[in-house]
């Protein structure tokens, strides 16, 4: 059974900084991709930031390019994102997603982490 585990969620302030974890058990870790989604109330769940399964390469979406950073430890299981200059706009729940294509596609999902930026 796959479980997608996040953390490290919570309310900070404007300019203020996160880092979320996403703890992963049942699933050959080193073989997915990794992603970073959010959800704002009432809009559509989107990417925001990809490693490859061996952490060679990432890809943000243009809003958080230069303030957040995923990152991964295979020999923990374990997917990062730091976020750094939160603005009130990455309010969102943050939503942790492993993918692999190997003839038909593999995703699994975590039940995700509220991050609220607010002063």
């Known amino acids: 059974q796959v479980q997608l585990v996040e953390s490290g969620g919570g309310l900070v302030q404007p300019g203020g900084s996160l880092r979320l974890s996403c703890a992963a058990s049942?699933?050959?870790?080193?073989?997915?991709?990794m992603n970073w989604y959010r959800q704002a109330p009432g809009k559509e769940r989107e990417l925001v930031a990809t490693v490859t399964s061996n952490g060679g390469s990432t890809n943000y979406r243009d809003s958080v390019k230069g303030r957040f950073t995923i990152s991964r430890d295979n020999a923990k299981n374990t997917v990062y994102l730091q976020m750094n200059s939160l603005k009130p706009e990455d309010t969102a729940v943050y939503y942790c997603n492993a993918f692999r294509r190997a003839g038909k596609s593999y995703t699994y999902w975590g039940q995700g982490t509220q991050v609220t930026v607010s002063s």
């Open positions: 049942g699933l050959i870790f080193s073989n997915y991709a």
